[in-house]
């Protein structure tokens, strides 16, 4: 069965820190890998994509690949409150066009 | 632009009853995918059409759901004899390229059901 799995918090930082969000994989067939974001109450918001090794930077946000670790991540610099949220990680698996997603780590930033 | 749009947003019903769950996606989305989300949880995968035909319906739980898309737009979740385990948030989400290594999939709102 694939997996994939995430700490699930809560994780807290003060604002300013870098939030360091985890993630790791089952299938080293995967192909694609999500961050998406979550606000209490509402739907899942895309925030990165990433399909090769290494980083990829977008704003204040990182995504990192290991597909040797079967491991991604996601980096948020300068913290802010509005980052306070659920971040759910979703992998692609080999053909499959629909996404599994982790269970998610909710962060808190602290003002 | 607009994006997925989902409704009703809430919807209670009681055991036993007919529901249907209504998707518009992204115009210009050709896939489509249907999951549901429990508290605490990740969404989990129920079914993805690809236009008009249903590519993929592993996700689903049972015989009790079922989905179509019958202009390759519009997307109805259907679900008969309802129980209290079918309780949460359905989400709607569309693709514009499923056969690109992107697939970026962007949701609507959901449907937060309730099964008295």
């Known amino acids: 069965q694939k997996e994939v799995e995430q700490n699930s918090g809560p994780l807290s930082v003060p604002e300013g820190a870098i939030a360091s969000l985890n993630c790791t994989y089952s299938d080293r067939g995967s192909q694609s890998f999500f961050w998406y974001r979550q606000y209490s109450g509402k739907s899942p918001e895309l925030i990165m994509s990433?399909?090769?090794?290494g980083d990829k930077e977008d704003g204040r946000f990182t995504a990192q690949l290991n597909k040797a670790s079967q491991y991604v991540s996601l980096l948020i610099r300068d913290s802010q409150p509005s980052d306070s949220a659920t971040y759910l990680c979703a992998v692609r698996y080999g053909s499959a066009r629909q996404l599994t997603f982790g269970s998610g780590t909710q962060l808190t930033v602290l003002p | 632009g607009a994006g997925v749009s989902q409704t009703p947003s809430n919807k209670v019903t009681e055991k036993g009853k007919y529901v249907e769950l209504r998707c518009d996606p992204i115009?210009?989305?050709?896939?489509l995918y249907w999951y549901r989300q429990s508290l605490g949880q990740g969404p989990e995968f129920l079914i993805y059409?690809?236009?008009?035909?249903?590519?993929?319906d592993s996700g689903l739980p049972n015989d009790r759901f079922f989905a179509v898309r019958p202009e390759g737009s519009v997307s109805t979740l259907k679900i008969q004899r309802t129980e209290r385990g079918d309780s949460a948030v359905y989400l709607c989400a569309s693709s514009p390229n499923p056969s690109g290594s992107a697939n970026e999939q962007f949701f609507g709102p959901g449907t937060r059901l309730t099964v008295l």
């Open positions: 990433i399909y090769s090794n």
């Open positions: 115009s210009g989305h050709t896939a």
């Open positions: 059409f690809q236009g008009t035909g249903a590519a993929d």
